[in-house]
């Protein structure tokens, strides 16, 4: 039996949720570096929660700084199962208006300044990524969001930008030619080294403004992306609320195999595999190694 424990990654208004117990900040330490913040640990309806700012607390740390490693190997050493990333986005639809809440189930990685595994020279290994997100654990948030009346799609795909500077309208009108349905800046690599750790992952990506392709609204501002932003904040609360009791009962591993992720992706033999390597990714790929 795998006891669930569901990790949170947002901002700071997703943690001020009624009914969190047992609230204790605690700095967490990894072999990657330290995390955006400390960890958030507490129980919410009898289920264990780690909540983690992922631009630390008071948004201290731009996009291209964070140290998307540290953040999820934190999670992992501290017993999280399953990931619910709350990021904000730019909508590139015209139905997908700014309120809107949407469960991804793709991404289009077009980052370029971040290290994007915890395997390297010494010890290589390569994970698919064809379905990146949780299916399962994308379920238990439909559900939870239809529970609560959230204005949510489900599926759609999330073009992670590298910023921090907001899109160009050439490049918008690109990505909607591409078929993307959202445009963001955090969700690449998180999502990639969820899968490298073998845990549950799924985004939920909250929709502030149009970007700047429509032609009938005002280029992004920050501004107008806060004020949406704080409207969002207590649905993302709720959501969270309850999500929560949907995985306190779960007695198996992910159904989607998320959990096994590693099953055959080390690539590098054993007996050339760099020591100091198989130290560093012992909790990352310990079961496999």
Known sequence: MVEPVLGVIGGSGVYDIDGLTDKQWVKVETPFGAPSDELLFGTLDGQKLVFLPRHGRGHRIPPSELNFRANIHALKQSGVTEVLSVSAVGSLRADLHPGA?????????????????????????????????????GYAIEAAAREIGVPTKRGGTYLVMEGPQFSTKAESLLYRDWGCDVVGMTNMPEAKLAREAELCYATVAMVTDYDCWHSEHESVTVDQVVKVLLANADNA??????????????TDVCGAGCQTALEHAIMTAPEVRDPDMLAKLKVIAGRVL
Do not use: E
């Not at 395997?119 to 064809?130: Q, Y």
């Open 237 to 250: 609360r709720a959501l969270v609320r309850a999500v929560a009791p949907k995985l306190r009962g779960r």
């Open 101 to 137: 809440f949407v469960i991804v189930d793709q991404f289009v990685d077009r980052t370029f300044a971040r290290a994007k595994s915890f395997f390297g020279t010494g010890l290589v290994a390569h994970v698919s990524c064809a379905s990146p997100v949780c299916s399962c654990l």
